[in-house]
């Protein structure tokens, strides 16, 4: 990427002191840069494709290992809660009651994560929990954001149409479109729906550049 996408220089941001979220900041610019570049052309820039798959796939993969983990047993409903577990290729548990089913398919996606399960007492993942955080708070603001931050280059110049994921079903396929147009972008197969998945995809990253330079201006 060219040294304008990087955390400091011309166009670029404060850094904070603090290097994890720096990084990220970093990251987060760089992807909105070549989300923008494959709107223009499928064919990206010179270390476009390495850049989503060596550091922005694996970011959203602690998304989703924070999402899984963070996963309480009163969260969902029961039947979403069985098709997440069948997502990850999870046997569902054998039938009992409403909440122990409940309890056991939380644990399930947990165990799967890292967490939960007959385990030795360790201390939190924190990447995944910080990775998840983050993305709830970047899906929250996005919706607010006012139009003259908003960069996605076709219109309408609003995320104010696009709703906030809130059960856990919104929010896992929140994340799988995630990955799914990132993807694509790296192999070089260019936006999949440009007025719908990408556009969400390019919202969240564009967010998150607007929250990693301090922006929390909201639209009235």
Known sequence: MSERDAPTGPGGFEPTGFAAFDRLAGLFRATRA?????????????????????????????????????????????AELRALVQAVGLAAPPASSGAEVRAALAEALQARS??????????????????????????????????????????????????????????ATRIEELERELWSVATGHGPRDRSGAYRRTYGFFDTAVRLSDGGLRLSV
């Open 114 to 171: 890292g967490t939960g399960g007959r385990r030795t007492l360790v201390a939190a993942p924190s990447e995944p929990l910080t990775a998840v955080g983050h993305a709830r708070v970047v899906w929250a603001l996005m919706p607010h954001t006012p139009s003259d931050d908003v960069h996605f280059p076709v219109r309408p110049r609003t995320y104010g149409d696009i709703a906030v994921p809130r059960t856990p079903g919104e929010l």
């Open 34 to 78: 070549v989300l923008d570049a494959a709107l223009r052309d499928p064919s990206l820039p010179d270390g476009g494709a390495a850049l989503i798959a060596d550091a922005v796939l694996p970011h959203i993969e602690q998304v989703a290992l924070g999402f899984r983990a963070t996963l309480r047993a009163h969260d969902g409903d029961l």
